[in-house]
């Protein structure tokens, strides 16, 4: 059993359309949360980050860590087509462990 | 400031060949690593350097080696390609600030034929 599980989806919506992605974890340990966005052909950037549990906003993304059910996720609000791209959870205690990736498409 | 570089962008490789990736980095960061993203596998830490002088195997480190030149330079060395070794390479560097943030480079697609 992978350390951290991320449905790879591909995930398709429309334009304007509230995006979750989500990820759960086996390593209880883990106390740092970040989502990362990749887009194609490009490395991955830092997009979120949240220490242990509790939600934490920024614009029209919100994070929010579940420790006690080892769940993180990601929304994403009004999506546009410029957030299409994969995103990556990372999740760390000194080792970072990421995720496989959900692809998302936001169509028009 | 570039950031993190990496150079190559793409390469490709026969068996048994044997290149060497370079990554640099100008945010006096002192730890650097080196992922291999491969679909449905996400992103896995090949080796990383806690500082200068100190390398350390990671999940995947079977036929690859590094060295840490100095504080910016991380460089991954493939001495004899395999097929299995077709990837696309990440480096990035972390700051050890408030949010541990890992900064990646833009990746070398590698293709060994």
């Known amino acids: 059993q992978k350390e951290v599980e991320q449905d790879p989806g591909p995930l398709s919506v429309p334009e304007g359309a509230i995006v979750s992605l989500n990820c759960t974890y086996s390593?209880?340990?883990?106390?740092?949360f970040m989502w990362y966005r990749q887009y194609s052909r490009k490395g991955p950037e830092l997009l979120m980050y949240?220490?242990?549990?509790g939600n934490k906003e920024d614009g029209r993304f919100t994070a929010q860590v579940d420790k006690s059910s080892k769940y993180i996720s990601l929304f994403i609000r009004d999506s546009q087509p410029s957030d299409s791209a994969t995103y990556l959870c990372?999740?760390?205690?000194?080792?970072?462990?990421f995720g496989a990736g959900t692809r998302l498409t936001v169509k028009p | 400031n570039a950031g993190v570089t990496q150079t190559p962008k793409f390469q490709v490789l026969k068996t048994g060949q044997s290149m060497t990736l370079q990554c640099a980095q100008d945010?006096?960061?002192?730890?650097m690593y080196w992922y291999r993203q491969d679909p449905g596998m996400g992103l896995r830490l090949i080796y990383y350097?806690?500082?200068?002088?100190?390398?350390d195997k990671g999940e995947v480190p079977n036929g690859y080696n590094v060295s840490r030149l100095n504080k910016r330079e991380f460089s991954l060395r493939l001495e004899s390609a395999a097929p299995s070794q077709t990837s696309v390479y990440f480096c990035?560097?972390?700051?050890?600030?408030?949010?541990?943030?890992?900064?990646f480079g833009p990746g070398t697609r590698l293709t060994v034929l």
């Open positions: 990035a560097s972390r700051d050890r600030g408030p949010t541990d943030t890992q900064y």
């Open positions: 390593n209880s340990a883990f106390q740092y």
């Open positions: 949240t220490y242990s549990s």
């Open positions: 990372a999740m760390t205690s000194g080792d970072m462990r």
């Open positions: 945010m006096n960061h002192n730890s």
């Open positions: 350097s806690a500082s200068e002088g100190t390398t």
